[in-house]
């Protein structure tokens, strides 16, 4: 009987902690590391001659280290690829936290899945066309080719805007 009663509470514990990483699992919005995906890009508004870019590092409240790795490396990448530009409010560089209630809306805006720097061109206040750059998670151990690929998408925004 006491051995039923062990296995009995073996399989009681293992099914609670079970059950309760599967509810963390859900709750959770972002996984802490992205699935393979394809980079897209999307056009919003055909036809707009955008004015400006936006670069967001969209985050959650639990970030990793490579996670910061990511916001630091893209900061680094724009602010001292683009000072001009940035200079001038040609290009921005904005860390937004997409648990906060009003920013929620950019999970859906922009397909988000994970933590993610995305490229937004704008005419005025109307975004024209985004791209999310997912290979950032790729280049995590190499600041130079992390910077390399973040200012030649980057750039090739900004070739629209001089057109």
Known sequence: MNRFKNYARTALIILIVGSLGYLIAQE????????????VTVKMDKGRQPD????????GN?????CH???EFS????NGGFTEDM????????????EEPWNRHFIKDYGLYTKSLVIVSYA??????YKNLTRVWELTGSREKFHEYVQNEVNAFL?????
Do not use: D, M, W
Not at 75 to 78: D, G, N, W
Not at 87 to 98: D, P, Q, S
Not at 159 to 163: L, N, R
């Open 28 to 39: 959770l919005e972002f996984s802490e590391h992205p699935q393979p995906q394809k980079p």
């Open 52 to 59: 400006h870019i936006k670069a967001y590092y969209f985050h």
């Open 62 to 66: 639990f970030r990793c280290p490579t």
């Open 69 to 71: 790795r990511i916001e």
């Open 75 to 78: 900061k680094s990448a724009i």
């Open 87 to 98: 200079k001038n409010g040609t290009l921005t560089f904005e860390a937004v936290n997409v």
């Open 124 to 129: 005025g206040e109307k975004p024209v066309k």
């Open 159 to 163: 070739s629209e805007i001089k057109k």
